[in-house]
């Protein structure tokens, strides 16, 4: 019913900048936070960052000053405007959302399917 699909991961040099998208479509009544999470090989999944249905954010230290999440409630998209990528900052990224789906009072949690950024020193 309800599909985040992710664009924008790829291959990057230290010090450069991604931009990744996450667009919601389906059956969508609203969406509440959004966020997105990051899982390195051999590590758990971390949130990167999040944001509120009213524009409030919050970030991972590792990530202060040099990611910045925003998003567009019009279009059901959000975006994390990466720069000045380290080597560290190198996995998989997922994208969240709560979502009360139409003819639905109850909010659910959903995934994007990742994608892959990659950061060579």
């Known amino acids: 019913q309800v599909q985040l699909v992710e664009s924008g991961g790829g291959l990057v040099q230290a010090g450069g900048s991604l931009r990744l998208s996450c667009a919601a479509s389906g059956s969508i009544r609203s969406i509440n936070a959004m966020g997105w999470f990051r899982q390195a090989p051999g590590k758990q999944r971390e949130l990167v960052a999040h944001?509120?249905?009213?524009?409030?954010?919050n970030y991972a230290d590792s990530v202060k000053g040099r990611f910045t999440i925003s998003r567009d409630n019009a279009k059901n998209t959000v975006y994390l405007q990466m720069n000045s990528l380290k080597p560290e900052d190198t996995a998989v990224y997922y994208c969240n959302a709560r979502i009360i789906v139409r003819d639905s009072l109850y909010e659910y949690i959903y995934w994007g399917q990742g994608t892959q950024v990659t950061v060579s020193s």
């Open positions: 944001i509120t249905s009213g524009g409030s954010t």
